[in-house]
């Protein structure tokens, strides 16, 4: 019984890191896309035009992104390798 409830923890825990790794990739690919933004321009409503950069944003979540996906494929790794 306690081997079955073990057996069945493993198998959630390995899918939902596999999930997780896949929204990283998923959530990297679109701060690769914002990366190629130069600017934002917001037309306010008094005819003014208001430029945003959004490249330290991007970076700061692209760093973000990749040490969660670093962090998260090396304890998935560590579990498979350690049976």
Known sequence: MLYRLYSI???IIYT???FLILF?????????????????IDYLT???I???SRRILAYLLF???MSN???VTVSLISRLLSE
């Open 50 to 52: 208001k430029n945003d």
């Open 16 to 18: 939902l890191t596999v």
């Open 69 to 71: 996906l670093l962090f």
């Open 46 to 48: 008094d005819d003014e």
């Open 63 to 65: 760093v973000s992104g």
């Open 9 to 11: 923890e493993k198998e």
């Open 24 to 40: 990283n990739l998923v959530s990297l690919y679109f701060i690769i896309d914002l990366l190629s933004y130069d600017e934002i």
